[in-house]
Nanobody, 122 residues
Framework: QVQLVESGGGLVQAGGSLRLSCAAS????????MGWYRQAPGKQRELVAA???????NYADSVKGRFTISRDNARNTVYLQMNSLKPEDTAVYLC????????????????WGQGTQVTVSS
């Protein structure tokens, strides 16, 4: 069984920074793309940033230039460095793994963490 555990959320003033971490645990052979999503009250879940196993990244337009996603494949961990935070960044941030290989042939898809709250005060 694979689990994703997020950490690093909290309360910060506008203009501040936070660094989120998401660690995958279990008997993991490899992980394809990983990403961060967010969901604010009354809004749909949206993709914030994603990164492939090879390091290719993509970002939502609203966070480009402010957020940076990275990963440590050896630790099965993905990070989200968030700078110049705005009140509109307030949301629950969720980690996702697109496909997790438990062996060379066996994989499980679409694994989600429980989420971590990020609150940005004005």
């Amino acid at each position: 069984q694979v689990q994703l555990v997020e950490s690093g959320g909290g309360l910060v003033q506008a203009g501040g920074s936070l660094r989120l971490s998401c660690a995958a645990s279990g008997s993991i052979f490899s992980i394809n793309a990983m990403g961060w999503y967010r969901q604010a009250p009354g809004k749909q879940r949206e993709l914030v940033a994603a990164i492939t196993s090879g390091g290719n990244t993509n970002y939502a337009d609203s966070v480009k230039g402010r957020f940076t996603i990275s990963r440590d494949n050896a630790r099965n961990t993905v990070y989200l460095q968030m700078n110049s935070l705005k009140p509109e960044d307030t949301a629950v941030y969720l980690c996702n793994a697109d496909r997790v290989y438990l062996t060379v042939r066996y994989s499980t898809r679409d694994v989600w963490g429980q989420g971590t709250q990020v609150t940005v005060s004005s």
